[in-house]
């Protein structure tokens, strides 16, 4: 740990996030380190080696890519603690890091840390974002509650997002998680009004104000795109009404749970990696009825070797 500039807390909160889908948790905790005025004051100094699973290629020269940053800041006016991670680590190098995370939290004397998620649904992107909660402590249920984010009863939520949950609780620290609904079909897209959603929960629980103008102008800007995306799909999702075209939609009879679609991202992967894996991936699309919405993206894996 490195530390920048000490700091005088008095029993903050901390938010904490990471790279997921949507950029939901980093669009989230950027916009809050800039608009609450957040001064860097500590850094998480990792082994890059945890990290890598690439090199950098420039003008023909391979390189090792910089490695990603792990940063505190401290709003003190909202008497926030705010945690950046710029990459997700897997293993023991995850593991390290949220110790290291909540480490600083009990040294600091955080009463309660929050994270943040995408919750993808079979939703339009013209919907409002709607925030669902998960805690480590039976009690926040009623602080979620009384915020208007309803309980998310069952599923799971993937990476350093979600396992910080558990990782707290074993530590004896409050902790919570708000996911905001955004479409299945745009989860490589950022959404900021999904963080916006958010944002908005995080001002009533911890009573700090916040001016989401310019986070509003990018919905806007994102919202133009996303009408085009969905234009495209809408004979393969039910959104909007929940009507899709009965000439090519396929028929289905239940909601594909978020966590579904982060571990057909993760099949994705590893069968990019290993074809002979494509067969699990083709599994689960068939066990959901998402082949067809996925097709042209499962057969370009095969492309790949041609």
């Known amino acids: 740990m490195k530390i920048y500039k000490k700091m005088d807390f008095s029993k903050p909160a901390m938010v904490a996030g990471w790279p997921g889908m949507g950029n939901v948790a980093l669009g989230t905790v950027d916009y809050l380190k800039r608009k609450l005025g957040a001064v860097k004051f500590a850094q998480v100094m990792v082994d890059e080696s945890f990290s890598l699973d690439s090199v950098v290629v420039e003008d023909g020269m391979a390189k090792l890519p910089a490695p990603p940053e792990y940063v505190f800041y401290y709003a003190k006016d909202a008497n926030l603690i705010i945690f950046e991670g710029q990459a997700q680590l897997p293993g023991q190098g995850g593991m390290s890091l949220l110790n290291k995370v909540l480490d600083l939290a009990l040294e600091s004397k955080v009463t309660r840390i929050y994270t943040a998620a995408a919750f993808p649904s079979p939703v339009s992107h013209k919907d409002r974002a709607e925030v669902y909660?998960?805690?480590?402590?039976?009690?926040?249920?009623?602080?979620?509650?009384?915020?208007?984010?309803?309980?998310?009863?069952?599923?799971?939520?993937?990476?350093?997002?979600?396992?910080?949950?558990?990782?707290?609780?074993?530590?004896?620290?409050?902790?919570?998680?708000?996911?905001?609904?955004?479409?299945?079909?745009?989860?490589?897209?950022?959404?900021?009004?999904?963080?916006?959603?958010?944002?908005?929960?995080?001002?009533?629980?911890?009573?700090?104000?916040?001016?989401?103008?310019?986070?509003?102008?990018?919905?806007?800007?994102?919202?133009?795109?996303?009408?085009?995306?969905?234009?495209?799909?809408?004979?393969?999702?039910?959104?909007?009404?929940?009507?899709?075209?009965?000439?090519?939609?396929?028929?289905?009879?239940?909601?594909?749970?978020?966590?579904?679609?982060?571990?057909?991202?993760?099949?994705?992967?590893?069968?990019?990696?290993?074809?002979?894996?494509?067969?699990?991936?083709?599994?689960?699309?068939?066990?959901?009825?998402?082949?067809k919405a996925y097709e042209d993206r499962f057969l370009d894996l095969f492309k790949e070797n041609q």
């Open 133 to 291: 909660g998960v805690a480590n402590k039976r009690p926040l249920k009623d602080a979620l509650l009384k915020s208007g984010v309803k309980i998310m009863e069952d599923g799971q939520v993937f990476g350093l997002n979600g396992l910080l949950l558990g990782f707290a609780e074993k530590r004896g620290i409050e902790a919570m998680c708000l996911l905001a609904t955004m479409p299945h079909y745009a989860i490589s897209l950022p959404n900021p009004k999904a963080s916006a959603a958010i944002i908005e929960v995080l001002s009533k629980l911890l009573g700090f104000k916040i001016d989401l103008k310019e986070i509003e102008e990018y919905i806007a800007e994102m919202d133009a795109k996303m009408e085009i995306v969905e234009d495209k799909v809408k004979d393969v999702f039910a959104i909007g009404e929940g009507k899709a075209d009965k000439r090519e939609a396929p028929k289905r009879d239940k909601v594909v749970p978020g966590y579904i679609i982060e571990k057909i991202e993760r099949l994705f992967q590893e069968a990019r990696a290993d074809k002979t894996k494509a067969v699990n991936l083709k599994n689960e699309l068939d066990r959901w009825d998402l082949y």
